[in-house]
């Protein structure tokens, strides 16, 4: 459902309003704009939090990505990660003129550092290597139309329900990376520090929730990045007074009043040059030798499941969000959209950086606006300027870009509407689709217990015909998926 509070009317014209459809979707030069920035701050934590997880874990044969034993590459890491998804953005934007931004996956990049890199004899270069496999069969799949017409045999109800489930789901990531939610003492999570919004971070994070929501019930342009801008400055401000600190002291302790990641202080230096010699890192076949085919067949099809629908749940939500599906949940250009993904797999992979895929925080952008790939290219850019300018970004601490992620939850949650939830055939799935999302903390475990669901009822009520044969495949491989874990234990493969 577009969010029409946010949008600008006003058309540009020339060139770059055809090209883009600009007007047509009823959008601005300016709404563009913003939305790409908004885009860009509320998924630049990546550029900081890849290379924490990548670059502190040692391979099979105790070398960290990029070299060495000892001391994490940080930034050739963050300038790799950087750049491509900079790269990959500004090429959706073109190609599929849709505004969804890429970047390393997040649980991806861990599967990766945590599950294949770290098997005995691996590399890092291996473990890049069976990404890059992964997107060149994803994107095989593509091109044989194979992912596309998976996506069309999802019933409507059920891609509503993935938007509504991933609007849950980020609201969710917003408030655990803004420390709002934490893991509780006798409670699986709780509310802040011991049940209690105690800190200043904590504070930020709230005040730029209600900012962002004064000023969007208010009807103002651009409220969303309004709020990153003014949270941001606040946080500046009250580290400068009461040198809060990160959430790790200089000495190690734990410091649970501080900031959960990037410390909002004046940088010494606003450009700093980056290293790229982490691209082309990779050994395409080299798993092959150390681990075994089975290994690495088990662990492509991992990947490649949570890239396959982990993508389609965030095309759906975002396309929704910006009003650009039809009456069945199909999106335009869907095949170049899914074309785009699958070579930012591959280029994840080349580049030394894991797979990169849709960002569901791209539906911020929307929120605030966006409806082209205009916005894409508008993020892109500010990830290539990243590159140089990391020590800006890094002012922008996860309580200031994360409130966004909040209020576009509860723009895509209005999409509930959309399920007859009298017709418990479609409504069970629907519901489990939505509350499995946020409650696994998995955008593809949610879509395969909605599949799975749905085909198990059709089969209970009679209406086996009823079941598209992908949504039977789609089922099976599901199932596979989620018992991957024992399987490999079976088959002594892990």
């Given at each position: ?10 058309a540009p014209a020339g060139a770059l309003d055809r090209f883009f ?154 408030m655990v990376d803004a420390g709002f939610v934490r893991p509780g ?310």
């Amino acid at each position: 459902m577009a969010n029409s509070t946010t949008r600008d009317t006003a058309a540009p014209a020339g060139a770059l309003d055809r090209f883009f459809k600009i007007s047509e979707r009823g959008s601005s030069l300016t709404s563009e704009i913003r939305g790409g920035l908004v885009t860009f701050f509320a998924m630049s934590y990546i550029i900081v939090l890849n290379p924490i997880i990548l670059g502190n874990v040692q391979d099979g044969t105790g070398q960290l990505l990029g070299g060495g034993t000892d001391e994490p590459n940080i930034t050739m890491i963050a300038a790799a990660t950087a750049l491509i998804a900079g790269v990959l953005s500004i090429i959706m934007g073109l190609v599929a003129n849709f505004p969804l931004a890429l970047a390393a996956g997040m649980g991806l990049n861990a599967v990766v550092a945590y599950s294949i890199a770290s098997l005995p004899e691996m590399t890092w270069a291996d473990a890049m290597g069976i990404v890059v496999l992964e997107g060149i069969i994803i994107l095989l799949l593509v091109l044989t139309g194979f992912r596309e017409a998976v996506f069309r045999a999802v019933p409507p109800e059920l891609k509503v329900a993935i938007s509504v489930g991933i609007g849950l789901f980020i609201a969710f990531v917003g408030m655990v990376d803004a420390g709002f939610v934490r893991p509780g003492s006798g409670t699986p999570v709780e509310l802040g520090v011991a049940g209690s919004v105690a800190g200043w971070p904590l504070l930020v994070f709230v005040f730029g929730v209600l900012t962002a929501i004064v000023l969007m019930v208010r009807k103002v342009k651009g409220a969303i990045l309004i709020s990153i801008i003014a949270s941001t400055v606040v946080a500046v401000i009250i580290e400068a007074v009461a040198k809060v600190g990160g959430m790790v002291g200089a000495d190690g302790v734990l410091n649970s009043h501080g900031w959960k990641l990037n410390v909002p202080q004046l940088p010494d230096s606003v450009i700093d040059w980056p290293d790229f010699s982490l691209l082309g890192q990779f050994s395409l076949f080299g798993s092959f030798e150390k681990i075994g085919a089975v290994a690495v067949i088990l662990l492509v099809f991992s990947l490649l499941l949570a890239d396959f629908f982990d993508t389609m749940g965030t095309m759906v939500a975002v396309g929704s969000e910006a009003g650009l599906v039809d009456k069945d949940g199909n999106i335009p250009k869907t095949r170049q959209i899914l074309v785009v993904d699958s070579v930012a797999a591959i280029a994840g992979g080349a580049g030394g950086v894991s797979s990169n895929t849709g960002y569901v925080e791209s539906a911020a952008g929307v929120g605030d606006g966006a409806r082209t790939g205009l916005a894409s290219v508008v993020t892109g850019v500010a990830f290539l300027l990243a590159t140089l300018f990391a020590p800006l970004v890094e002012m922008v601490p996860s309580e200031a870009a994360t409130p966004a992620l909040v209020v576009v939850g509860f723009l895509m949650v209005m999409q509930v509407t959309g399920i007859d939830w009298k017709n418990m055939e479609l409504a069970i799935p629907a519901f489990l689709t939505i509350v499995v999302m946020p409650f696994t903390f998995s955008i593809t475990a949610g879509i395969g217990a909605g599949f799975i669901t749905f085909v198990v009822i059709r089969i209970a009520v009679g209406k086996v015909r009823q079941v598209h044969p992908l949504m039977w495949i789609a089922a099976v491989l599901f199932v596979l998926y989620f018992v991957r874990g024992p399987l490999g234990d079976a088959l002594g493969v892990f």
